[in-house]
């Protein structure tokens, strides 16, 4: 037929992923400037430069908008896998791997700790935590061997590879990497002692 004009469901599902995404990422960064629970439906849609109805049509619920911002900071975080600490390793190597890994991990999500901090208690956040809790308590068990079943090796190494511990460091001036080489260092001296 002609001057019929052909419809375009890729564009436009384009248009719709694009506006989500600025969606998302308006959230995100007032997230983390404010907060979860503080941070309004019209705070967003102001920093995403849309109408307060159109962040609605796509997250009808503050709660929606704030599990899909935290689960795409969960899927981009690249959580280390416990296999990269092999078990026949020295302790020493073993630990060194540990604090890289975990310190790299604490470099990559500065900002979901620095959100979980001003809002500990959403469900979102808490979700996140127990999965964050899953993998560093895999990686310490990975890392400390047989020496897991030790309450007070564990609690020591738990706090020399704590974001906070390392936080400290990095504060003082030091940089990350010699952070995670001073921590990796303490570990295995208390370790050995």
Request: charged share 25%; hydrophobic share 40%.
């Amino acid at each position: 037929m002609p001057g019929k004009r052909s419809y375009r469901l890729g564009k436009r599902q384009a248009a719709v992923d694009a506006t989500r995404q600025r969606i998302l990422d308006a959230a995100s960064a007032a997230y983390q400037e404010h907060g979860i629970e503080d941070t309004s439906m019209q705070e967003v849609a102001r920093r995403a430069d849309v109408a307060p109805g159109t962040v609605l049509y796509h997250y009808p619920t503050p709660e929606s908008l704030a599990e899909e911002v935290v689960d795409s900071w969960v899927e981009s975080m690249e959580p280390p896998r416990p296999d990269v600490i092999d078990p026949d390793e020295p302790i020493d190597v073993r630990i060194t791997k540990l604090v890289v890994e975990l310190y790299g991990l604490y470099e990559r999500t500065g900002h979901l700790y620095r959100v979980y901090q001003k809002s500990p208690t959403h469900p979102a956040l808490l979700r996140a935590a127990g999965w964050w809790d899953e993998n560093v308590a895999s990686m310490l068990a990975r890392g400390l061997g047989d020496r897991t079943s030790d309450e007070e090796a564990m609690k020591v190494i738990s706090v020399l590879t704590n974001p906070g511990f390392r936080g400290t460091l990095i504060m003082t001036g030091i940089d990350p990497d010699r952070a995670a080489a001073i921590a990796a260092e303490m570990a295995i001296a208390w370790l050995e002692d």
